[in-house]
C-alpha cells in the first residue's frame, strides 16, 4: 500500500475533549463498499464546495484515505487493518460509505467491529423532513427527532451461543441449577447486558445535544416493564443523571404537571419516558411532541429506521457513531450492489452526513448552506431514481448530476 502523504494539519482534543478544529483538518474517509464510490465522489464535491463558498477559501478539508472493506481485502488482504483504526484515532473526525457486512460464520460486521473497538458510544440520527420528497405520512414536515441509540450494550454485545452448542447447555445447566429457572431444551442463548455508565454517558450527549440547541424536550425510550433490570434501568439511570447533572436545566414531564400546571418553565428541558410499542405509535400520530430521543441499542435500531421511513426512506438519512475520542459521520444504508458502479443512486444521506460532520467541527455555516442547497434542488423536482419514481413530473439525475445540482444552488 501506498504512504499517503499528509497534507493538512490534525485535529486534536482538549482535556475536557472538546475538539480543537485547524483551517485545514485533516478528515479520514472510508469510500465504502458496492455503491460507496459512486456516493463519495458526489458527497465529497458538495462538501470541498459548501466549505469553499462559506469560508471563501480561508477553511478546507484535507481528505485522508481510510482502508476498510473491500478494498482493503485487495490491497492488504485484511477487511479492516489495524492500520485503519490508529488513523482513525489519529484523525479524531471521520465519514465513510457503506461496508459489506462479510458473510460467514465468525465473522462480525465491519460497522458493529468499528463502534465497538472505537468505543463510539452514541449512534447520532437526526430524522427530518425536506419538502417534495415523498412520504407515507399525510404531515411528514411534523417529523423532526434526533435519536441517540446506544451503540455498545444490549443485545447487540454479541455474547451468544448458538442452541445445542456446549457453551449454550453449559449455561443452561448452570442457570437451571443455581437460579431454579426452566429454559427449553437446546436454547441458544444470547446475554442482554446493559450498564449504568454505559447508559448514562448516552443520555448526557442527548441532553446536552437538547440544551445546547434549545430543543424542548428528551425522551428516554425503553421497554421497562417487561425488562426491569435492564430496560427499566435504563429509564431509571436516565432520570437520575438529569436531576444529579442537569437540575437546573432540565425539569421532569411529571413535574411539569405538578407543579407547573402543565407549562414548562422557559429554557428547560423536559425529560420524559415512554414505552418503547407506545414510541411507535406517537412518532404516528403525535411525532411534534417530540425532539430528541434517547434508547438502549436494539430499540433505537428499529425506532431510528422506521422515523426514516416516515420522511422518505433511508436515500436520505444520515447518521454518526460518536465517542469520547472519536466520530464516524456514515451513509446509513447498505451498499445496494446491484446499483454498483451506475452512478445512479441517491448520494443524500451521506451529502446529509457530511453536513452533520461540518456542523460537529464546528462549521455550521457551510452544512446550512448544503442543506439548503439540497432542500433547494429536491424541490425544484431534479432527483434520483428512487424519488423521481414517486414523484410527478420529476426530472430524473444521475447520482453524479444530483451532487452537482447542489453544488449549482449554492450560490456565491
Ligand atoms: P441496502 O444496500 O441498503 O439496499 C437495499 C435497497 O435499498 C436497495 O436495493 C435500494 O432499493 C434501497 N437503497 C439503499 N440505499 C439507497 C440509496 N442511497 N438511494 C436509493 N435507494 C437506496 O441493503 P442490503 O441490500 O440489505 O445490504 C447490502 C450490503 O450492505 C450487505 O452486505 C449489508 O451487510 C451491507 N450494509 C451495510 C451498512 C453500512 O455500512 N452502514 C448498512 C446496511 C447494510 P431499490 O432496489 O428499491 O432501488
New binding site residues.
Given amino acids: 500500500m501506498v504512504k499517503q502523504e499528509v497534507t493538512g494539519t490534525w485535529i486534536t482534543l482538549e482535556k475536557d475533549l472538546t475538539l480543537r478544529v485547524p483551517s485545514d483538518p485533516n478528515v479520514g474517509y472510508i469510500e465504502?463498499d458496492?455503491?460507496g464510490p459512486d456516493?463519495w465522489a458526489a458527497s465529497s464535491a458538495v462538501m470541498d464546495a459548501a466549505v469553499a463558498r462559506a469560508y471563501g477559501g480561508a477553511r478546507k478539508i484535507h481528505w485522508f484515505e481510510l482502508m476498510a472493506g473491500e478494498k482493503a481485502l485487495k490491497e492488504t488482504g485484511e477487511w479492516l487493518p489495524e492500520k485503519t483504526l490508529e488513523d482513525i484515532r489519529q484523525c479524531v473526525v471521520a465519514i465513510k460509505g457503506?461496508?459489506?457486512?462479510p458473510v460467514g460464520e465468525g465473522l462480525r460486521?465491519l460497522?458493529v467491529t468499528l463502534r465497538q473497538v472505537l468505543d463510539l458510544y452514541a449512534c447520532v440520527r437526526p430524522v427530518r423532513y425536506f419538502p417534495g420528497v415523498p412520504s407515507p405520512m399525510k404531515n411528514p414536515e411534523r417529523v423532526n427527532m434526533v435519536v441517540f441509540r446506544e451503540n455498545t450494550e444490549d443485545v447487540y454485545a454479541g455474547i451468544e451461543w448458538s442452541a445445542g452448542s456446549p457453551e449454550a447447555l453449559r449455561l443452561k445447566g448452570f442457570l437451571e441449577k443455581e437460579f431454579g429457572v426452566k429454559l427449553p431444551d437446546e436454547p441458544g442463548i444470547g446475554i442482554k447486558p446493559m450498564s449504568r455508565a454505559g447508559t448514562q454517558r448516552l443520555v448526557r450527549r442527548a441532553i446536552r445535544y437538547a440544551l445546547d440547541r434549545k430543543l424542548a424536550s428528551v425522551t428516554l425510550v425503553h421497554k421497562g416493564n417487561i425488562m426491569k433490570y435492564t430496560e427499566g434501568a435504563f429509564r431509571k439511570w436516565g432520570y437520575e443523571l438529569a436531576a444529579s447533572e442537569f437540575a437546573a436545566e432540565t425539569v421532569t414531564e411529571a413535574e411539569v404537571a405538578e407543579k407547573y400546571q402543565g407549562k414548562a418553565p422557559e429554557g428547560r428541558v423536559v425529560i420524559k419516558d415512554r414505552i418503547a410499542d407506545s414510541m411507535f405509535q406517537q412518532a404516528l400520530l403525535r411525532p411534534s411532541e417530540y425532539q430528541v430521543l434517547a434508547t438502549p441499542n436494539l430499540n433505537g435500531d428499529y425506532l431510528s429506521d422506521a422515523l426514516a421511513a416516515q420522511v422518505g426512506g433511508?436515500?436520505m438519512a444520515p447518521g454518526a457513531n460518536i465517542g469520547d475520542q472519536c466520530a464516524m459521520f456514515?451513509?446509513?444504508?447498505?451498499?445496494?450492489?446491484?446499483?454498483a458502479g451506475l452512478d445512479k443512486?441517491?448520494?443524500g444521506?451521506l451529502i446529509l452526513s457530511g453536513a452533520m460532520m461540518l456542523e460537529y467541527l464546528g462549521w455550521g455555516e457551510a452544512a446550512r448552506l448544503m442543506e439548503q442547497a439540497l432542500a433547494a434542488t429536491i424541490q425544484s423536482g431534479v432527483v434520483?431514481y428512487?424519488l423521481a419514481r414517486q414523484m410527478e413530473g420529476a426530472r430524473e439525475v444521475r447520482c453524479s448530476e444530483f451532487g452537482r445540482a447542489i453544488i449549482d444552488r449554492m450560490g456565491g
Avoid: F
Fill in positions: 465504502g458496492g455503491v456516493i457503506p461496508l459489506t457486512t460486521s460497522n433511508l436515500g456514515e451513509a446509513t444504508h447498505g451498499t445496494a450492489p446491484k446499483y443512486i441517491n448520494p444521506s434520483t428512487d
